[in-house]
């Protein structure tokens, strides 16, 4: 332990929860720390130490890491900031920190360092409320409070490992997921995150966590653009585009969660019950406010909510009487309730329906004022149901309060998760749906690429050479010519009217807003007009035979991303784009599946699929489309740096689709 007062707190932090170890204390002013006698340096040391944690001025912290490293040492927690947080000098002193650790690994600077609640060791200057545990989840997070805060939740929650990762000068996400998916002590692992880097290597070490069945739950902040800002100025790291952030995670079965409160519970549910086989759920409840409660926020988080099997209605019919309403969600009322044997074959009927997770909401009351004896007779009564049936449940309370410590207990060492919090519970259950479908098809997903870096000057193609490099890759066009003014009239004969007319300058993105379109054009005399018209913006036009009025019309869009590389935006096209904002975001490489399931995910897919009797449009062939421009960026991944087709035309089913513009920059 190197350092002054935050040295001896990390000296209590880890006698507090049972280090049994050497601990060495190194600090050449003073003769102990917390009755320890002090050593002088690093060379005085009586061995080389497995794990140290650094707590001196950052000068002095570069010296004593360079030699640590020197002696062969472990690892160690740089608490010390002053480092690339701050800009300036701070940048080029984290650089010699890097290098002065060589292969030894750092954790920070500018960290609170870690918690290990599986060994008892505490590098951690702080007061901290963890327990030791056999196993549990482990938390990863980039802000040291907020790592206080969990230590101290009281939501029952195993923690394992809570690490502060600080600066990242040398270890990442990626370092710590691949380290903590080899601990077969870990049961999930929870990311709080303001930024990443090295996207390439964090998809390949996800992949690996999805392979093993370990779940990954992630709270990143800065989504919004004032928290983006705070996230530069906090951590010396840019937030990247949140939606990339979000077609990450999805891709990886990497559930996100917007409060700290899902965070923790989402974490609970899926350390013990992992991921689930789907989304379907079934509600036990006493009362019909719960029921009504359930059954909303389910259908808002797109839940499904069985029917009840005839043979599970009969039985509880039998159970419950006609005064109760045979129906999922279910209020069995209170007719039954303080019986043991009645509740227990009320949640079996309930539970034979083969839910992918049934709950049972329950309010305590609070215990010193309040017999609990018929609250832990459901309790049983529901753990010998889930034995019997096999299935899987979980006990939920309406407000997180009302669920104590002491029944929370009980029920984790049963395998009945505690749930503290319907919209909580519920959210959780919709994550390890998210986590069960990524897991099926694990070996299917591919990691990220490493983002090339682009050379040269983007320039931006006219829109007829965009289209004949888009055509080449399959990409549906309308018929047309590229001709100069006085051919105009020759290349619409040809066509047949109407045709439409366009400039064709690689120096105008915007033709509609420049001037430089004509639509319908009926006959030569109004080409001509349109011609001259349109004559001062190029000297090259486009003439493309009118295509009838689609389903619906769509955009898509590549994105150069310097971190994540090329990503794919689907979404609603033509005038309102803006406006609208309906779209989707993928990452490339990306599956056909995966195109299916963001062009479903859009508000315009309900024309798509037909809307107040309007004929249905060619989805098949809008996937095609789309994957043949996903093809053309990958194969100029290189140089590619901005492509946008918008509309594509989706005519009605078996019709096809057609492009009628496209632009493309390369470099």
């Known amino acids: 332990m190197f350092g002054g007062n935050a040295a001896a707190e990390t000296i209590r932090q880890c006698l507090r929860i049972g280090f049994d170890g050497e601990i060495w204390p190194v600090n050449p002013g003073r003769d102990e720390l917390t009755g320890i006698p002090c050593f002088a340096s690093v060379a005085e040391l009586p061995g080389v130490p497995d794990a140290s944690f650094i707590g001196v001025p950052r000068q002095a912290a570069i010296d004593v890491i360079s030699e640590l490293s020197a002696r062969g040492a472990g690892g160690a927690v740089c608490y010390t900031s002053g480092f690339a947080e701050i800009g300036g000098d701070g940048v080029e002193l984290q650089q010699r920190l890097v290098n002065a650790a060589g292969d030894m690994a750092i954790i920070g600077p500018n960290c609170h360092g870690m918690v290990n609640y599986l060994d008892g060791v505490a590098l951690w200057p702080d007061e901290q409320g963890g327990k030791r545990v056999e196993s549990g989840v482990a938390i990863v997070m980039q802000s040291g409070n907020i790592g206080i805060s969990l230590s101290m939740q009281d939501r029952s929650l195993p923690i394992s490992y809570l690490i502060t990762i600080g600066n990242k000068a040398d270890l990442s996400f990626h370092d ?307 001709c100069s003014a006085s051919d105009a009239v020759d290349a619409a004969e040809s066509l047949g009217y109407p045709v439409v007319a366009k400039v064709a300058s690689g120096d105008i993105a915007h033709k509609t807003e420049a001037g430089g379109v004509r639509l319908n054009i009926a006959d030569a005399e109004a080409l001509t007009h349109a011609v001259v018209e349109m004559s001062h913006l190029s000297e090259k036009f486009l003439v493309e035979k009118m295509v009838e009025a689609p389903v619906a019309e769509l955009i898509i869009g590549i994105k150069r991303d310097p971190q994540f590389g090329l990503g794919l935006v689907i979404g609603a096209g033509g005038v309102l784009v803006e406006l609208v904002k309906d779209a989707a975001m993928l990452l490339l490489p990306a599956a056909r599946n995966d195109i299916e399931a963001a062009v479903d995910s859009l508000k315009v897919s309900k024309l798509l699929k037909g809307f107040r009797g309007r004929p249905a449009g060619d989805i098949d062939a809008a996937i095609t489309a789309i994957e043949s421009v996903a093809a053309y960026a990958e194969a100029n991944r290189d140089s590619i740096v901005e492509l946008d087709v918008n509309p594509l035309l989706v005519l009605p089913e078996g019709q096809g689709v057609i492009a009628v513009d496209a632009l493309i920059k390369m470099a």
């Not at 691949?178 to 929870?190: F, K, M, N």
């Not at 159970?319 to 209170?334: A, C, F, K, S, W």
């Not at 009927?349 to 083969?354: F, S, Y």
């Not at 890759?473 to 010519?481: A, C, E, S, V």
């Open 176 to 482: 710590y997921i691949e380290a903590l998916s080899d601990d077969p002590r870990v049961t999930a692992i929870g990311l709080y995150m303001e930024s990443l880097d090295n996207i390439d290597a964090f998809s390949e070490a996800a992949l690996v966590a999805l392979r093993k069945g370990l779940p990954i739950i992630v709270l990143k902040s800065g989504s919004s653009e004032l928290g983006a800002e705070a996230t530069l100025s906090h951590t010396s790291s840019l937030a990247g585009s949140d939606e990339m952030y979000a077609a990450l995670f999805r891709r990886l079965g990497i559930p996100r969660v917007t409060s700290l409160s899902e965070f923790l519970e989402t974490l609970k549910f899926v350390s013990v019950n992992g991921g689930l086989a789907g989304s379907s759920i079934g509600s036990l409840s006493c009362s019909g406010g719960e029921a009504s409660m359930v059954a909303d926020l389910a259908e808002e988080l797109g839940l499904s909510m069985p029917k009840l099997s005839e043979a599970s209605a009969n039985q509880l019919h039998k159970i419950l009487g006609d005064r109760v309403n045979i129906t999922n969600p279910l209020d069995y009322d209170l007719f039954i309730w303080g019986n043991r044997d009645e509740l227990y074959a009320c949640f079996s009927a309930m539970l034979e329906n083969g839910f992918d997770c049934t709950m049972l909401v329950i309010d305590y009351p609070r215990p010193e004022s309040y017999s609990l004896e018929n609250w832990e007779l459901a309790e049983q009564a529901l753990t010998d149901a889930c034995q019997t049936t096999g299935e899987k449940a979980v006990v939920v309370s309406t407000l997180p309060e009302n669920l104590p410590e002491r029944a929370r207990e009980r029920l984790m060492k049963t395998g009945l998760v505690p749930m503290q919090g319907l919209n909580e519970c519920l959210r959780a259950i919709r994550s390890a749906a998210q986590i069960g479908a990524a897991q099926r098809r694990a070996n299917e997903i591919l990691p990220l690429p490493k983002p090339g870096v682009i050379e040269g000057t983007p320039s931006l193609l006219n829109e007829w050479d965009s289209k004949q490099a888009l055509v080449a890759h399959g990409l549906p066009i309308p018929d047309g010519r590229l």
